[in-house]
């Protein structure tokens, strides 16, 4: 059980940080992400809306139970960095793209360990 739960949780934690950080910046429109933004060519007024939608997935990752949510909120958080990806490398090439990976493992490490730990019976799932 504590080899599911422990990296389930090391995961989780890491998401939840890496995206939260990103989800505040975005939706307090601090100058770093206003300028990012104005780089990659977007108008700033799309900072907030990306900022609360990935706190919203976030909460919906850390709730207990709603499986059918959880799906939904990590198929959003991949979604966000992959088009937050694929700006950065049409603006700067392809080298900037590779910081990337780490938001992809984290990420995916948090789902796989999600679905272990649903399938080995330690959490309680409403259907």
Known sequence: MKKITIPYWIFTTLVV?????G???DTVKAT???ELFKHLGYPDYLLPFLGIAKILGIIAILIPGFPRIKEWAYAGLVFDLTGAMYSNVA???ISAGFSFLIGYIIIFGSYIYYHKRRKSG???VNR
Not at 17 to 21: A, H, L, R, S, T
Request: aromatic share 6%; glycine share 12%.
């Open 17 to 21: 940080i890496f995206m939260g950080v």
């Open 23 to 25: 989800a505040v910046t």
């Open 32 to 34: 770093d992400a206003v």
């Open 91 to 93: 603006e700067d090439g």
């Open 122 to 124: 330690i959490l309680v």
